[in-house]
């Protein structure tokens, strides 16, 4: 028996650790936290000074069993998990659930997994940061009371199944936010005014000259004036004015960074982009990939140093030594950079590469020279007018870090394309080939991607690096939030030209608004958020939630103990629950958009059991109401009374098929088609309004071919499992769980008897659906509970 027992939150980090120690070192992991709050009820003792009731899960009790048989056989144990607060609290969980003594139990930390930083590590032991542990308990304990409190209020007054989250909830208000921002835009138009001229450079050789005036005409008349009074005009160069300008390069990559550059340069998902980061820390190939500081250690300036010089020379060496601003961040944290700057690339998944080597480039580039430039301008008078032309261009001198590495934006706005100038000379006449005054309309408030939410919740300082990639994961899950694309709209828009004495007057037709991979909130989204700010309006501020931050950072270095500050927010927090359940309103979201002009009855919208639909009809009226689902890309907020109408007209009769009738509808889950009991989803690329008997029989065809392909085999005498395809593999299923199949063997040739034996070996399964059954089932009693008004439980807290 080894007598050191490393304990790490990971089997991927075990393994690679396991390499640098030698055999007295045993490695095993915990695979994350081996206890949380209790699932039933509210898991916090409120007469016990919040005193927090942590259970061992049930999949980790065989785990736990088994890490504390090792550890007592061990001389020492050293706990080894993540750095952050996150890690602290795993390892005290660890020793408390392990009941580890003291004088046995090292805790270590290293902010890369290199052989060099674990022996050090080893080296230079500590002990448990309690403050660092408080801190993650408070963040637990107040989203746990948040969360819980709220979420029954929401099943009462909104709809049954919500719930609220005190970070993710503000995060879906500022998708509400800027959704109706974007609605109740109204585009303002202007012409923009370009040219291109001939002349001919300082040796003699002909050129063309594009310029562009730096103001816009608001009217069309203006605009036009403008062209008639070019219509004859000379055109001088006024001045050439030539400035040097540098670019500098970004600091290394935080959480956040890494999350934003990965989604606009590599299209990757925050929550993938965190996956992937994982695992190139814990294969040793990167340091911790969750953290706010930019600092660079000593070791990796040197280095990067080194390369630069051997890869481009010691002009491009710029040694920098970044401050990070970000409030709370620690210092004595690193960057997210490469452990060895000398590894361009690594093995691994394409994804993985990818990601290495924009994290490399981004870390490399940090260290390199600036890049100098020389800006160019040239000014041109317009006889008889009071505007000037002006041409712009760029020319990189040295391209220092550009020769590496250049930061994304996620700016939308128009780009100038800045070229090198021509050489010319003051007064020099340019004589215009066109002259063109095109319509153009102010921009929208863009709506947010995943990246740019980041740098929003960033910098209103809410959340923290290892909160971002859950947090907006979360309200997608939660269909608060739904990310998509929307097509382009059609819009025509103006063109004036000026081009051999004549003005030509056209309209011309451009695509507008597409959108991709952006963030939208759902009807439910909105309605929550509107009852939420209504009732709550300080857990949905959003100073409130970075003080809520300020005051975990203040609890991490020791300044504020963390009962305090719960038992601070508790005592104002819980009567407002109180009062809310009892006095607030039903909130529906409901918008009357007009009469129905068949019936004479009220038309509107709400949201309803399954979803939002849109009602003719009142309750308080004799006849019943009549009801219909809304299409997934329609919104209660900006549906019109004409589209509602069409919705009354499904479900339709679109022909018949094998003499059963084939009808298209919408449902709880979107449109469909319903044919022989048996219902049929519709591609989102069709219109249910549209579809015809022939596209209706192609989509039962595809499913029907789908469903063959999908059963591989069934066994049993009662057809008891299914061996199945699936979207990522072969799986079978047996009392509706569903079990894996190991890799390399062949589907076809499982037994029932086979499938016994893998269903004794993976226990985790069936437990997973009995964990989901009793999460179920305390829901309703919660909901139960709530509808009694029996939320004063919880209010015997310490005073």
Partial sequence: MPKNLVIVESPAKAKT????????????????????????????????????????????????????????DAETVWLASDEDREGEAIAWHLYEELKLKKDTTRRIVFHEITKEAILHAIETPRDIDINLVDAQQARRVLDRIVGFELSPILWRKVRPSLSAGRVQSVAVRLIVEREREINQFVAEASYRVSAIFNSVDNNGKPIELKAELPQRFPTKAEAMAFLELCNGAQFNIDSIITKPAKKSPAPPFTTSTLQQEAARKLGYSVSQTMQIAQRLYEAGKITYMRTDSVNLSDLALGTSKAEIISMAGQKYVHTRKFNTKTKGAQEAHEAIRPTYMNAHTVEGTAQEKRLYELIWKRTIASQMSDAELEKTSIYITVSGSKYQFIATGEVIVFDGFLKVYMESSDDEQDTVDESLLPAMKNGEELYPMEIVAQERFSQKPPRYTEASLVRKLEELGIGRPSTYAPTISTIQN????????????????????????????????????????????????????????????????????????????????????????????????????????????????????????????????????????????????????VFASLRRDQSIESITLEEALELFKLPRQVGEYEDKVMTVAIGRFGPYIRHDNTFYSLPKTDDPMDITAERAIEIIEEKREVEKNRIIQTLGDNSEIQVLNGRFGPYFTCDKVNYKIPKGTDPTTLTFEKCQELIAAQPEAANKKKSFGRKAAAAKTDKKTSAKGKTSTKSKAKK
Avoid: C
């Fill in 17 to 72: 650790i396991e390499k640098f120690l030698g055999k007295d070192y045993q490695v095993m992991s915990s695979f994350g936290h081996i206890r949380d709050l209790a699932e039933k009820g509210i898991g916090i003792d409120f007469e016990n000074n919040y005193e927090p009731q942590y259970v061992v899960s049930s999949d980790k009790k065989k785990l736990v069993s088994e890490l504390k048989k090792v550890s007592k």
């Fill in 478 to 625: 939660r269909l608060y939030v739904e990310k998509g694309d929307r097509q382009p709209d059609k819009r025509d828009f103006n063109v004036l030209k000026l081009k051999g004495g004549k003005i030509t007057d056209q309209i011309k037709a451009e695509n507008t608004g597409a959108e991709k991979s952006k963030l939208f909130p759902t009807d439910i989204g909105m309605v929550v958020t509107d009852f939420l700010t209504e009732y709550f309006p300080e857990i949905l501020n959003y100073n409130f939630t970075a003080d809520v931050e300020k005051e975990f950072d203040s609890i991490a270095d020791g300044d504020i103990k963390w009962r305090v500050a719960i038992d601070k927010f508790y005592k104002k927090f819980h009567p407002i629950v109180e009062d809310t359940m009892k006095n607030s309103e039903r909130q529906v979201g409901e918008r009357i958009l007009g009469v129905d002009p068949k019936s004479g009855r009220q038309l509107s919208v709400k949201i309803g059991k399954y979803g939002p639909l849109a009602q003719i009809g009142t309750v308080e009226e004799e006849e019943k109401p």
